[in-house]
């Protein structure tokens, strides 16, 4: 079991830049993946970034390529979603996703355990 809990999400204007944290706490050892998605009505629940959780790769949507890291604090247990050249179309319900299992690291039903997400909204 692993508690997953997103802050950070704001009003910004386009071109700011903007961190999320996910704070994770239970049950690490084990897990698989930490990602990031954002929802929208007209696009649902969307990819944006995982890394895997002992050292891997780390992934981007095409999106956010550039514009988004994962930094990751080691002894706190945080991952952050460090957003850059925000844009309108940024807009969205963030959510972080924890898995112990997976394959492709993009599919959200593969996560089982979510934060409660924190909205970001950037205006023009």
């Known amino acids: 079991q692993v508690q997953l809990v997103e802050s950070g999400g704001r009003l910004v204007q386009a071109g700011d830049s903007l961190r999320l944290s996910c704070g994770i706490s239970g049950r690490t050892f084990g897990l698989n993946a930490v990602a990031w998605f954002r929802q929208t009505p007209g696009k649902g629940n969307e990819f944006v970034a995982a890394?895997?959780?002992?050292?891997?790769?780390?992934y981007y949507a095409d999106s956010v390529k550039g514009r988004f890291t994962i930094p990751r604090d080691n002894v706190k247990n945080i991952v952050y979603l460090q957003m850059y050249s925000l844009r309108p179309e940024d807009t969205a319900l963030y959510y972080c996703?924890?898995?112990?299992?997976?394959?492709?690291?993009?599919?959200?039903?593969?996560?089982?355990?979510w934060g409660q997400g924190t909205q970001v909204t950037v205006s023009s």
């Open positions: 996703a924890a898995r112990y299992d997976g394959s492709d690291i993009k599919i959200p039903t593969t996560y089982a355990y």
């Open positions: 890394l895997t959780w002992n050292g891997g790769p780390q």
